[in-house]
């Protein structure tokens, strides 16, 4: 008498995936990208609720503390409404200063990881899949440009070639942006490449673009995010550095050249923190946003690392 | 020394020459792309000054020649090559007639003494605060250290550098806020110039360290959480091993490799950071020398500071790469 | 229905005296996970005696390895013990704490683990591997002795006095599995748990195991418990099997009477599955299916799968009983309760 045919299997209970247990609703992600949205629309709405024209040279009071701040020092001139976040010594409005220099920031951060990303992506694809030759040199050339203390040298890039826009910074910054995503993607193209899938494809005669694209990259892609939030985070901050030396552009308000104009004049030691204090709050801002939104995505992407707790 | 083959020191070697070399070459070729001749301004600036300068026509001569601005680019470039090796930078542009390589070796030991200091201390102390992540019977307060220093992790070193003057030199006048020692002292084994430097000190090196603790404090853990899972760490349960021996022979041991490769990894960008940190402070290193130097468009100096990184920075690096060996034995297996 | 046993390899001690150095009561081990507990290890109940190998079978998941883990108190989280007692020399190990367990391990109860490959610590040369287990319990000693000792060690397992010096990753599979036997026998203990030491090997480096292993116990007298899934190797190494399927033991008897004549249904499908050079076997496919680990049906454990299953195997539980001399089984089949 077969077991099979009396007895049916006892039921289990099948549990679905609760809607609530995606991966994406990770908490650090989304209060990185909550952060994130934040300065965005500040910087995409701001202009629409205040004078951005007051971000220009002597078109405000001197030297006004914020607000609500109360003081009796005789250098700075009376607080008012008018100009929230105070004023500095060159007439700026310091709200305006923050509405027209954070998205700047934040272009210069993404464009220069944009095309380090993009170049990483080739190279490290190549390297990992072509093996060979090909993988020896670009490994070597990007260990080799790794160990290069890449600020110095923009240091003494910028000093030379007086950069002014954006665009052109951001080219500078992805000449040291590349080595991170080379590395990490030809690290992840090397495990992928012995996987079941990839075999696969390999034996029923795909080709090699179409493997990489179509079986490989869509398993990459929450390391490819986390790596280019990482670098969009390493990007804004040479960018910033370089602007704090006084490299950056000159006819247009940055973060960075507020930091270097306030730091030129002696601002902390004068007690002006409102010059270099908004500034480098809203950085601070961008920067922990970037750092929760790559931790998270490291989380999203790797399952081990989700409330692993030491026992 | 296991693994310390004399394949793997050649490779090393061979990164070396490769990286200093390539970062030369960019240094040598971005100014030559500039429109504009930097180096006739410069030239002619020195000549604006000739006024005041004994012997300027002989000067400028050595210049062109040092430049060889009569020959060929290939020439010029052997020639820097060759100076570069030598170490031989040349005259200062706008403190001249100091030489660049005496400029720099009064600033070398201010950089190396801060980033020393710093790197060894975020290193210890991250790597401690992570690994305690690890440890079973670990008391709250320590656990709540990871998240504190995690949350400065994102402020860049000189930024950090800044509030902290603000808050302790400014508002509460605990340390001074600039320069390496108190003027006045003369440097030397004599206790008041120690003190002082001790405390012109304390701010910069903070800027560094809490910023970077934290980046130590979570790979280190991470590196422990995934060790602990190893067949090795259960057997070394099974074995009745006291619990320090297993989580420092077989726990730690296993977990600080990797932080030291990334250490050698992050050394460029510690590099650059504590630039920006020096700059704040006005700690006499070669930052602050190097933002004299922007400040002043002295290009030679320029040059000869941020060569000088390079080598230094690489110097590190192959340092760190020849003691990975000895830690693990398994390195140059897999190299 | 019946297989001849192959030559034997090595000498082969009957098993000694009636000394029971191990034994386990009711053991459970459950799993918990947010659908319910796993129960890995149900209710299980054998002894072992000095100088006897046991082979513990079954096929992967049945629970061998987690009883072998709970008999070392290694159970990692989330599994734990739940109930019964491992009583060693007369102590109950679920009952010791931290420390005493410490005293314990290794000075009493050994390991020789699944993967040598893991197992041992990648950046500490052999000598010291093992020495550390040494210091640990009998404290510092003069080096030379040490190494006398060690050495030694090393030779009784067929090992070259070079591997004293080497790191893990300079030896073979087999030598890292030698190198873990070395380990496990250094001090003397009174039951060595093998767990699987032969599944990652090749054929001919299985054999050179098989070999030390039993080399050593006639040597020292050890008991072990061998687990494995290849019943061929089993036939050749132990004294008595113990039969586990999905968290439960169904038989348990000396190896010959075994192989010779398997009782309960499980044991006779996996000797039927036995490949034979001298006869010709049809492949038997098993009808039924596998339960659900956290809902095991009422009544005996293998009911979905057993070609002679009754009603009252649906109901009642078959416990472990002897139905011939040194021969236990739990199934309907036997007897009457």
């Given at each position: 008498?077969?077991?099979?045919?009396?007895?049916?299997?006892?039921?289990?209970?099948?549990?679905?995936?609760?809607?609530w247990?995606?991966?994406?609703?990770?908490?650090?992600?989304?209060?990185?990208?909550g952060?994130?949205?934040?300065?965005?629309?500040?910087?995409l709405?701001g202009?629409?609720?205040?004078?951005?024209?007051?971000?220009?040279?002597?078109?405000?009071?001197?030297?006004?503390?914020?607000?609500?701040?109360?003081?009796d020092?005789?250098?700075?001139?009376?607080?008012?409404?008018?100009?929230?976040?105070?004023?500095?010594?060159?007439?700026?409005?310091?709200?305006?200063?923050?509405?027209?220099?954070?998205?700047?920031?934040?272009?210069?951060?993404?464009?220069?990881?944009?095309?380090?990303?993009?170049?990483?992506?080739?190279?490290?694809?190549?390297?990992?899949?072509?093996?060979?030759?090909?993988?020896?040199?670009?490994?070597?050339?990007?260990?080799?440009v790794?160990?290069?203390?890449?600020?110095?040298?923009?240091?003494?890039?910028?000093?030379?070639?007086?950069?002014?826009?954006?665009?052109?910074?951001?080219?500078?910054?992805?000449?040291?942006?590349?080595?991170?995503?080379?590395?990490l993607?030809?690290?992840?193209?090397?495990?992928?490449?012995?996987r079941?899938?990839?075999?696969?494809?390999?034996?029923?005669?795909?080709?090699?673009?179409?493997?990489?694209?179509?079986?490989?990259?869509?398993?990459?892609?929450?390391y490819l995010?986390?790596?280019?939030?990482?670098?969009?985070?390493?990007a804004?901050?040479?960018a910033?550095?370089?602007?704090?030396?006084g490299?950056?552009?000159?006819?247009?308000?940055?973060?960075?050249?507020?930091?270097?104009?306030?730091?030129?004049a002696?601002?902390?030691?004068?007690?002006?923190?409102?010059?270099?204090?908004?500034?480098?709050?809203?950085?601070?801002?961008?920067?922990?946003?970037?750092?929760?939104i790559?931790?998270?995505?490291?989380?999203?992407?790797n399952?081990?690392?989700?409330g692993?707790?030491?026992? | 020394?296991a693994?310390?083959?004399?394949?793997?020191?050649l490779?090393?070697?061979?990164?070396?020459v490769?990286?200093?070399?390539?970062?030369?070459?960019?240094?040598?070729?971005?100014?030559?792309l500039?429109?504009?001749?930097?180096v006739?301004?410069?030239?002619?600036?020195?000549?604006?000054?000739?006024?005041?300068?004994?012997?300027?026509?002989?000067?400028?001569?050595?210049?062109r020649?040092?430049f060889?601005?009569?020959?060929?680019?290939?020439?010029?470039?052997?020639?820097?090559?060759?100076?570069?090796?030598?170490?031989d930078?040349?005259?200062?542009?706008?403190?001249f007639?100091?030489?660049?390589?005496?400029?720099?070796?009064?600033?070398?030991?201010?950089?190396?003494?801060l980033?020393?200091?710093?790197?060894?201390?975020?290193?210890?102390?991250?790597?401690?605060?992570?690994?305690?992540?690890?440890?079973?019977?670990?008391?709250?307060?320590?656990?709540?250290?990871?998240?504190?220093?995690?949350?400065?992790t994102?402020?860049?070193?000189?930024?950090?550098?800044i509030?902290?003057?603000?808050?302790f030199?400014?508002?509460?006048?605990?340390?001074?806020p600039?320069?390496?020692?108190?003027?006045?002292l003369?440097?030397?084994?004599?206790?008041?110039?120690i003190?002082?430097?001790?405390?012109?000190?304390?701010?910069?090196v903070?800027?560094?360290?809490?910023?970077?603790?934290g980046?130590?404090?979570?790979?280190?853990?991470?590196?422990?959480?995934?060790?602990q899972?190893?067949?090795?760490?259960?057997?070394?349960e099974?074995?009745?091993?006291r619990?320090?021996?297993?989580?420092?022979?077989?726990?730690?041991?296993?977990?600080?490799?990797p932080?030291?490769?990334?250490?050698?990894?992050?050394?460029?960008?510690?590099?650059?950071?504590?630039?920006?940190?020096?700059?704040?402070?006005?700690?006499?290193?070669?930052g602050?020398?190097?933002?004299?130097?922007?400040?002043?468009?002295?290009?030679?100096?320029?040059?000869?500071?941020?060569?000088?990184?390079i080598?230094?920075?690489?110097?590190?690096?192959?340092?760190?790469?020849?003691?990975?060996?000895?830690?693990?034995?398994?390195?140059?297996y897999?190299? | 229905?019946?297989?001849?046993?192959?030559?034997q390899?090595?000498?082969?001690r009957?098993?000694?005296?009636e000394?029971?150095?191990?034994?386990?009561?009711?053991l459970?081990?459950?799993?918990?996970?947010?659908?319910?507990?796993?129960?890995?290890?149900?209710?299980?109940?054998?002894?072992?005696?000095e100088?006897e190998?046991?082979?513990l079978?079954?096929?992967?998941?049945?629970?061998?390895?987690?009883?072998?883990?709970?008999?070392l108190?290694?159970?990692?989280?989330?599994?734990?013990?739940?109930?019964?007692?491992i009583?060693?020399?007369?102590?109950?190990l679920?009952?010791?704490?931290?420390?005493?367990?410490?005293?314990?391990?290794?000075?009493?109860?050994?390991?020789?683990?699944?993967?040598?490959?893991?197992?041992?610590?990648?950046?500490?040369?052999?000598?010291?591997?093992?020495?550390?287990?040494?210091?640990?319990?009998?404290?510092?000693?003069p080096?030379?002795?040490?190494?006398?000792?060690?050495?030694?060690?090393?030779?009784?397992?067929?090992l070259p006095?070079?591997?004293?010096?080497?790191?893990?990753?300079e030896?073979?599979?087999?030598?890292?599995?030698?190198?873990?036997?070395?380990m496990?026998?250094?001090?003397?203990?009174?039951l060595?748990?093998a767990?699987?030491?032969?599944?990652?090997?090749d054929v001919?480096?299985?054999?050179?195991v098989?070999?030390?292993l039993?080399?050593?116990k006639?040597?020292?007298?050890?008991?072990?418990?061998?687990?494995?899934?290849?019943?061929?190797?089993?036939?050749?190494?132990?004294?008595?099997?113990a039969?586990?399927?999905?968290?439960?033991?169904?038989?348990?008897?000396?190896?010959?009477?075994?192989?010779?004549?398997?009782?309960?249904?499980y044991?006779?499908?996996?000797?039927?599955?036995?490949?034979?050079?001298?006869?010709?076997?049809?492949?038997?496919?098993?009808?039924?299916?596998?339960?659900?680990?956290?809902?095991?049906?009422p009544?005996?454990?293998?009911?979905?799968?057993?070609?002679?299953?009754?009603?009252?195997?649906?109901?009642?539980v078959?416990?472990?009983?002897?139905?011939?001399?040194?021969?236990?089984?739990?199934?309907?089949?036997?007897?009457?309760?």
């Open positions: 008498m077969s077991a099979a045919t009396d007895t049916p299997a006892p039921a289990v209970k099948t549990v679905g995936l609760n809607r247990d995606s991966p994406w609703l990770n908490t650090k992600f989304l209060i990185g990208v952060m994130l949205l934040v300065v965005v629309l500040m910087g709405l202009p629409l609720f205040w004078d951005t024209t007051l971000a220009r040279v002597a078109s405000s009071p001197l030297n006004l503390p914020p607000a609500w701040v109360q003081t020092n005789p250098a700075f001139g009376e607080p008012t409404w008018d100009h929230p976040l105070g004023t500095e010594s060159n007439g700026r409005d310091m709200l305006a200063v923050l509405i027209v220099g954070t998205p700047r920031s934040l272009r210069v951060g993404v464009i220069a990881a944009g095309i380090g990303m993009l170049v990483g992506i080739v190279l490290g694809f190549s390297a990992g899949f072509m093996g060979g030759w090909v993988d020896n040199v670009i490994r070597t050339l990007a260990d080799s790794i160990t290069i203390p890449s600020l110095a040298v923009l240091i003494v890039i910028s000093a030379y070639v007086r950069t002014v826009s954006v665009e052109n910074m951001a080219l500078l910054l992805a000449l040291f942006a590349w080595p991170g995503p080379t590395r993607l030809r690290s992840q193209v090397l495990s992928m490449r012995e079941g899938y990839v075999r696969m494809a390999r034996l029923t005669g795909a080709s090699t673009f179409a493997i990489m694209f179509k079986e490989i990259l869509p398993n990459l892609l929450p995010a986390s790596s280019f939030t990482g670098n969009v985070s390493a804004i901050l040479a910033t550095g370089l602007e704090a030396l490299l950056g552009p000159t006819r247009i308000p940055t973060l960075g050249m507020t930091i270097f104009y306030a730091l030129r002696a601002a902390i030691l004068r007690g002006m923190w409102w010059w270099w204090g908004f500034p480098i709050a809203a950085l601070i801002v961008i920067f922990t946003a970037l750092f929760l790559t931790i998270g995505l490291d989380e999203i992407a399952p081990r690392l989700r692993a707790k030491a026992r | 020394m693994g310390l083959t004399p394949r793997y020191v490779r090393r070697l061979g990164m070396f490769l990286t200093v070399w390539l970062g030369a070459t960019i240094i040598f070729i971005i100014p030559r500039a429109p504009g001749d930097p006739a301004a410069m030239v002619s600036r020195l000549m604006a000054q000739a006024g005041y300068i004994e012997n300027s026509a002989e000067i400028i001569a050595a210049w020649a040092r060889g601005l009569d020959g060929p680019i290939w020439v010029q470039y052997l020639a820097y090559l060759r100076n570069m090796v030598m170490l930078m040349g005259y200062s542009l706008s403190s007639p100091s030489q660049v390589d005496e400029m720099i070796a009064d600033a070398l030991p201010w950089t190396v003494g980033l020393s200091v710093s790197t060894l201390l975020s290193f210890l102390i991250g790597n401690t605060i992570g690994a305690l992540m690890g440890w079973p019977r670990v008391p709250a307060w320590i656990r709540a250290l990871l998240p504190t220093t995690l949350t400065f994102s402020i860049p070193f000189f930024m950090l550098g509030l902290l003057v603000y808050v030199a400014y508002e509460l006048r605990w340390f001074p600039t320069g390496a020692y108190g003027r006045g003369s440097p030397g084994w004599n206790w008041p110039f003190k002082s430097l001790a405390q012109h000190g304390v701010l910069p903070m800027s560094i360290v809490v910023t970077s603790m980046f130590w404090a979570l790979g280190m853990r991470g590196m422990i959480i995934t060790n899972g190893e067949d090795y760490m259960i057997l070394a099974a074995k009745g091993l619990p320090s021996r297993v989580f420092l022979q077989y726990g730690i041991r296993n977990s600080i490799l932080q030291v490769t990334a250490l050698a990894l992050s050394l460029g960008g510690i590099a650059g950071g504590s630039t920006l940190v020096e700059y704040i402070f006005a700690y006499p290193g070669m602050y020398l190097l933002y004299q130097g922007i400040v002043n468009t002295d290009y030679t100096l320029i040059q000869g500071i941020v060569f000088m990184l080598l230094g920075t690489a110097t590190a690096v192959l340092i760190l790469d020849l003691l990975l060996p000895i830690l693990d034995p398994r390195i140059s897999e190299r | 229905m019946s297989v001849t046993l192959s030559h390899i090595g000498e082969r009957p098993a000694g005296t000394n029971v150095v191990l034994e386990v009561h009711n459970k081990v459950y799993y918990t996970t947010p659908t319910g507990d796993v129960r890995a290890v149900d209710d299980v109940s054998f002894e072992i005696r100088g190998i046991v082979g079978v079954g096929e992967s998941g049945c629970g061998k390895t987690t009883t072998a883990m709970a008999i108190r290694l159970v990692q989280s989330p599994g734990r013990i739940v109930g019964g007692q009583l060693l020399d007369g102590q109950d679920v009952r010791l704490n931290e420390r005493e367990l410490r005293e314990i391990r290794w000075t009493r109860i050994s390991l020789i683990p699944q993967g040598a490959m893991n197992s041992l610590n990648p950046v500490m040369r052999i000598k010291d591997q093992i020495g550390d287990a040494i210091e640990t319990h009998e404290g510092r000693l080096r030379k002795e040490l190494q006398e000792r060690i050495l030694k060690l090393l030779a009784m397992v067929g006095s070079r591997v004293y010096h080497m790191y893990p990753h030896l073979s599979g087999g030598m890292k599995q030698r190198v873990c036997i070395a496990a026998i250094v001090l003397n203990p009174t060595v748990i767990d699987e030491p032969t599944s990652a090997l001919v480096v299985q054999r050179v098989g070999e030390t039993l080399e050593v006639n040597r020292l007298g050890v008991s072990m418990i061998l687990i494995g899934h290849d019943m061929g190797l089993m036939a050749q190494l132990v004294d008595r099997i039969v586990m399927y999905a968290g439960r033991l169904v038989e348990l008897s000396d190896v010959y009477s075994l192989f010779k004549e398997p009782l309960h249904p044991t006779q499908l996996l000797i039927e599955s036995i490949p034979s050079i001298k006869e010709r076997k049809p492949l038997k496919l098993t009808e039924g299916l596998t339960h659900d680990l956290r809902n095991p049906p009544g005996c454990i293998f009911q979905l799968r057993c070609p002679h299953v009754t009603d009252k195997c649906r109901e009642v078959p416990p472990l009983l002897e139905v011939q001399p040194h021969r236990r089984v739990a199934c309907h089949l036997y007897y009457d309760v």
